[in-house]
């Protein structure tokens, strides 16, 4: 059974960083892509950053491309997202997932498996 735990999400002031952890279980960790999505009160869920399953490949939403980095540790079975420059828009919970379709890493509905997100809230 697949089981991904996020961590790391808090309260920080706009200009401030964060760095999300998300630790899975139950899969060959390196054999698959990671993604992160976001999701505010009343919206749909938003593609963040993925990653492919070696980390030779990186994809950001244009909203945060400069400022988030993806990245990722086989060994310990855990990617990463550094958020930097962080503003008010950036606030929701932080989910990451795992895709059952390594060709479309940026689509929400690739995604079959999803952590229990981590709540992150940029104050201006």
């Known amino acids: 059974q697949v089981q991904l735990v996020e961590s790391g999400g808090g309260l920080v002031q706009a200009g401030g960083s964060l760095r999300l952890s998300c630790a899975a279980s139950?899969?060959?960790?390196?054999?698959?892509?990671m993604g992160w999505f976001r999701q505010a009160p009343g919206k749909e869920r938003e593609f963040v950053a993925s990653?492919?399953?070696?980390?030779?490949?990186?994809y950001y939403a244009d909203s945060v491309k400069g400022r988030f980095a993806i990245s990722r540790d086989n060994a310990k079975n855990t990617v990463y997202l550094q958020m930097n420059t962080l503003r008010p828009e950036d606030t929701a919970v932080y989910y990451c997932?795992?895709?059952?379709?390594?060709?479309?890493?940026?689509?929400?509905?690739?995604?079959?498996?999803w952590g229990r997100g981590t709540q992150v809230t940029v104050s201006s």
């Open positions: 990653i492919n399953w070696s980390g030779g490949a990186r």
């Open positions: 139950g899969v060959t960790f390196s054999n698959y892509a």
């Open positions: 997932g795992v895709p059952s379709n390594s060709l479309r890493l940026i689509d929400v509905r690739a995604y079959e498996f």
